[in-house]
């Protein structure tokens, strides 16, 4: 198995808010999920150039008028990427999006886990 | 009317913490807050006013409905929970962690002018919206000028 960082690669428009993110590598894939409360499925792209993963939208507060007695909440556009790694399958990948919840799942291509070589040491 | 955060330490809090609240704030994502260092993870809350409600709404992404309590007892509104980190995940090789987990507690008093037994609380896209509306007599009414 071909061990190639997975890494986001920009960090930029966060001026304000961006969404957070976890990425784990498991034997069959990668999954990313990201934190998007309160985003409906328009409010935001997810977009695969080459080998970069985009997400990119827009955070907007619900209630414009309203008399605000305490903000903790941020809002805001937002982008990030990320470089996929050579080992993924791009055609493979496959989203989730359910409680402010989005989770990518791209799996490995075949050719990469039948890659593993295991070394003996006589 | 006001509904303000029940922070009961309030006043344990010196002004040394509050400097390093402000340089977190200004030079980062602050990990901690003064008030949050019992709690692991504390969801974002946003308090408004409308003309009949006040509007509590709370960020709990990745949550269900039952992972989350909202209860009032003496004019106080706890929401207490627990984002758990699925189990799957937890053998898996972690590249980037940036999601917070754990349980939380946060506490509001209630305004003395809301009808708590008329509060709704609804759960949709990771959000957690708690409507609490006015009681009659501090609604802002309209007073008719009649012309002599």
Known sequence: MTLIEF????????????????????????????ELPGLKKEDFDLT??????????????????????LGERKFGKFSRSFVIPDSANLKKIRTSFKDGLLKVSIPKSEVVKEREIKVHFK | MAITRWRPFRDLISIQDEMNR????????????????????CPCVDVSETKDNVIINTEIPGMSKDDVTVS???????????????????????HRVERSYGSFSRSFTLPTSVQPD??????????????????????PKQIPITVE
């Open chain 1, 48 to 69: 695969l150039d080459d080998d970069n993963l985009t997400l990119e939208g827009e955070k907007k507060r619900e209630d414009k008028n309203d008399n605000q007695k």
């Open chain 2, 118 to 139: 008329k509060v709704k609380a609804t759960y949709k896209d990771g959000i957690l919206r708690i409507t609490l509306p006015k009681s009659e007599e501090v609604k």
């Open chain 2, 72 to 94: 009032i007892q003496d004019n106080v509104l706890t929401l207490s929970g627990e984002k758990k980190q699925e189990k799957e995940e937890k053998d898996a090789n972690y």
């Open chain 1, 7 to 34: 890494y986001p690669m920009l960090r930029v428009g966060s001026n304000g808010w961006e969404p957070d993110v976890d990425i784990f590598e498991t034997k069959d894939g990668f999954v990313i999920s990201a």
């Open chain 2, 22 to 41: 402000l340089f977190d704030d200004f030079f980062g994502r602050p990990v901690t807050r003064p008030e949050w260092t019992e709690a692991a993870w």
